[in-house]
């Protein structure tokens, strides 16, 4: 919406707002927040929220806990599922230091300088998420099970694919939060499923797939059901992958160079992508890559071209899963994308061989995607690419665990 503060106090004043919750995530992308009344809001616009860092992960011990947060009135959003008198909204922060200076491991700020570095370089990068996730029956007691809601399989429709509905009110609650969905349908899996959403800029891409998590556990809460975004929970079905769509500039050229910097960097960057020793488990099965390659439309492949043309003509990468905190993942994928592009980076030659079926001797080609998280956080701490775009201290949480 693009508000400014005074229009959010306006708005707040106007539509019976009671709460405001202040949003962030910890490093791993797990979102927190506090709400606050509206009489609170104008002293979080001057001088912020004071939270105890000490209690989050990632952020700092009890002898330096004051950090605060500062509301973005451009992400303002009403949560349509709260009630219609006394409303709640939400609004993103940036957090800082009591002196005013930026929390080095608030991700979100991190991705906001990746965005700044590219636009005064001359390139403006656009992201769109792909993000699967399975619907569990909950147990008598309201607990989690890892009893799939249905048992249909790719693109299904009713009576077969039951998630039918939960992926309409998700859709229908995204599109009253200002997210515009694309398509949604049932995945490979047993109560597997996929809500796809337009492209956008990174940061709001990265804030959309933030608040996609927030409403698809809500709206699954609502129905009974858990919602499931880790990258394999059921050990013989396919994993949940965060494919990450990415075009430049909307230029094919800078988009080729972007695809080099990305293949360059990838193995760097993996722990990031996939920070849990689960995320190892789907690589390469079920279509999710293990190799580092690309090419057009082959869905083997760890980036591939699809099929489009002019502003629908973008990168695809398959790597990444859900558990992925996106403000890191976006961010290094806008850097290394934007080296490939300033040092005119080659290529590599494409591969159009499946590479689920190749044998030995064409797969001894390739590089392998780090096969464990021991081995991807090795190469990140080693790595100059990432101790160039993140604080140390952030490495250590994910590198050091």
Not at 5 to 21: G, H, L, S, T
Not at 348 to 358: D, G, I, K
Request: charged residues 20%.
């Amino acid at each position: 919406m693009n508000y400014t503060a005074k229009e959010v106090m306006q708005y707040i004043a106007e539509e019976d707002v009671k709460f405001i919750r202040l949003a962030f995530c910890d490093i791993f992308g797990k979102q927190k927040n506090i709400s606050i009344l509206h009489s609170e809001l104008e002293r979080a616009f001057d001088t912020g929220i004071a939270i105890d860092a000490s209690a989050i992960l990632g952020f700092a011990d009890e002898a330096h806990s004051d950090l605060f947060l500062h509301p973005d009135p451009a992400t303002l959003s009403e949560l349509p599922w709260r009630p219609e008198n006394g409303k709640v909204v939400r609004m993103y922060c940036t957090i800082t230091y009591p002196d005013g200076r930026v929390f080095e491991n608030d991700t979100r700020s991190i991705l906001i300088q990746a965005v700044k570095t590219a636009k005064e370089a001359g390139f403006h990068f656009a992201i769109g998420a792909e993000m699967e996730f399975y619907l569990f029956k909950l147990d008598d007691s309201g607990n989690p099970t890892k009893e799939p809601y249905d048992h249909a399989s790719y693109m299904d429709v009713a009576p077969d694919d039951k998630c039918e509905n939960v992926r309409r009110e998700i859709c229908l609650t995204l599109e009253k939060m200002g997210i515009q969905p694309e398509s949604s349908h049932h995945e490979e899996g047993p109560g597997q499923n996929e809500i796809d959403f337009r492209y956008s800029d990174a940061l709001s891409a990265a804030d959309n797939a933030m608040t996609f998590q927030t409403v698809v556990k809500t709206i699954a809460a609502g129905n009974g059901l858990c919602a499931d975004f880790s990258p394999k929970p059921l050990p013989d079905h396919p994993g949940s992958g965060l494919h990450i769509n990415l075009s430049v500039n909307g230029d094919p050229e800078n988009m080729q160079y972007m695809i080099a910097g990305i293949l360059k960097y990838v193995s760097d960057m993996t722990i990031f992508l996939n920070p849990l020793e689960q995320s190892y488990w789907r690589l390469g099965v079920h279509k999710a890559p293990k190799y580092i390659s690309w090419s057009n439309n082959n869905r083997s492949q760890l980036i591939r071209v699809p099929a489009a043309a002019g502003q629908y003509r973008r990168a695809e990468l398959r790597s990444p899963d859900p558990s992925a905190n996106p403000y890191i993942a976006f961010a290094l994928l806008v850097y290394a994308g934007l080296y490939g592009i300033q040092n005119k980076l080659e290529l590599p030659e494409e591969s159009n061989v499946n590479l689920f079926t190749a044998d030995y001797e064409t797969l001894s080609r390739f590089r392998i995607l780090p096969q464990s998280v021991t081995a991807a956080a090795k190469l990140a701490q080693s790595s100059n690419f990432i101790a160039s775009h993140l604080p140390e201290k952030l490495i250590l949480g994910y590198c050091g665990q």
